[in-house]
């Protein structure tokens, strides 16, 4: 072989096993989403229709507006301004946002929660 055509091959066999080296990786990372996956499953599947009617509350209970907070977070959706509640001493929730961000959303996903059909 010349060794033009021999450094050609060395450096395709090195795009190989650094490909192989990413596919072990990812395989390792995809298991433990995996995981999580299944877990999310899991949890799906003790939701109860009356759990949703609490979204579509007024006036919802504290946690469930805490968690539409956290909801609001991870869809990087603007939270309102810093005000205390003198009652619990913290932050207040956001509410009216969180139900934009419920009205936008998928309403037929909650209506399939609201059904049963999950």
């Not at 066999?13 to 499953?41: F, H, R, Y």
């Not at 504290?62 to 509640?85: G, K, N, S, W």
């Amino acid at each position: 072989m010349t060794r033009s055509v021999r450094r050609r091959k060395d450096w395709a066999q090195q795009i190989v096993d650094d490909i192989e080296v990413n596919k072990c990786a990812m395989t390792n990372t995809l298991g433990g989403a995996s995981v999580t996956c299944d877990e999310a499953e899991w949890t799906l599947t003790t939701i109860e229709p009356s759990d949703v009617d609490l979204l579509y509350a007024d006036k919802p209970s504290y946690l469930v507006a805490r968690i539409m907070d956290c909801v609001l977070l991870m869809f990087q959706r603007p939270l309102h301004t810093v005000e205390m509640d003198v009652h619990r001493r913290c932050i207040k929730p956001s509410w009216n946002e969180s139900l934009k961000v419920r009205n936008l959303g998928c309403p037929s996903h909650y209506q399939l929660l609201k059904q049963g059909d999950f």
